[in-house]
């Protein structure tokens, strides 16, 4: 029989243990890297790519989400072996990128993505994302289910290869047609096993979602989000995460985060200098979401 002593002991344990911090009990945020998706720089990464990623990392980002590779252009005219060199050379890693999927999405050639794969793994990156869908391809129910459908197979192709597909969201999907969105279509119908989502919390919240709800629904769905902060005059707008108007914190802090593996933050608006803002960005996630 437990003593007396003992008991209370342990039971003070417990008491202590309760009242610490939510966020400390969950899958600790201080050991994500801080990322940067690079459209945020697409004014200025086709004319210098070096000298961004470069900035980049002094403005204290340690990984870097890609979008628009092609065979014939590479990343922005390197080669993906150049452009993981370049990454290196600046103490950056790239564990995911934005890959055109339209076609595949489409008619269901393999041969675009094939040579995504190809890049994704000579730069190390472990997650294939889809971007984005042209509005035709998602104009009924039977679309919403053959866009799952490609989604599973491109989710094949990927885990035969080592790595995995995820898709990104913009506001569309959570738009019904005949009482259905093509999110819950996607969350339904694609196999956990080979698809995970990256979720753009700024879409979310701009569908008029809650991002915490959504995820608890879905447990270990979201592997990744996108950080993009709301615009507190113009809410069609992002602006530098924490001066806008999503309560990032709420959102670190819930037990919703347990599956996140990567942050990518995100803006496509700037009232002050690119590079300044994404600089203030970085400083406060640090500061207040990862410390």
């Known amino acids: 029989m437990m003593k007396r002593r003992s008991f209370l002991k342990q039971a003070g344990l417990l008491s202590a243990v309760s009242l610490v911090a939510p966020s400390s009990l969950l899958a600790a945020p201080s ?19 070096k000298g961004v990623l470069a900035k ?15 065979k ?29 999927m339209n076609g595949f999405v489409r ?18 990156q472990k997650y294939i994302v889809v971007p984005h869908l042209d ?12 866009i799952a459908e490609k989604v599973n197979k491109a989710g094949q192709l990927c885990k035969a290869a080592g790595l995995r597909v995820a898709y990104h969201n913009h506001d569309f999907e959570y738009k019904a047609i005949g009482g259905v969105t093509l ?10 096993a080979l698809v995970d989502f990256e979720l753009d919390l700024y879409w979310v919240v701009r569908a008029g979602l809650d991002p915490v709800k959504l995820m608890a629904s879905n447990p270990k769905r979201f592997s990744m989000w996108h950080v993009k902060d709301m615009d507190k005059a113009q809410p069609e707008h ?26 990518f933050m995100e803006q496509e608006y700037f009232a002050i200098d690119a590079f300044q803002s994404i600089s203030q960005s970085a400083a406060y996630i640090k500061k207040n979401l990862l410390s």
């Not at 999110?183 to 956990?192: G, N, W």
């Open 135 to 146: 509005d035709k391809l998602r104009t009924s129910v039977a679309d919403f289910k053959a």
């Open 183 to 192: 999110f819950d279509v996607l969350l339904k119908e694609t196999d956990p």
């Open 238 to 263: 992002n602006t530098e995460v924490g001066a806008g108007t999503i309560d990032f914190k709420k959102i670190f802090q819930s037990p919703s985060s347990s599956g996140l593996k990567h942050i």
């Open 31 to 49: 050991s994500l890297k801080l990322g940067l998706q690079l459209y945020t720089l697409r004014d200025y990464i086709g004319k210098d790519v």
């Open 72 to 100: 014939e252009n590479g990343f922005w005219g390197l080669s993906p072996s150049e452009f993981k060199a370049v990454l290196t050379a600046n103490g950056l890693t790239t564990s995911s990128g934005h890959y055109e």
């Open 56 to 70: 980049v990392a002094k403005a204290g980002y340690q990984e870097v989400e890609t979008y628009g590779y092609s």
């Open 107 to 124: 008619d269901g050639n393999p041969e675009a993505l094939n040579s995504y794969i190809e890049a994704a793994k000579i730069c190390g």
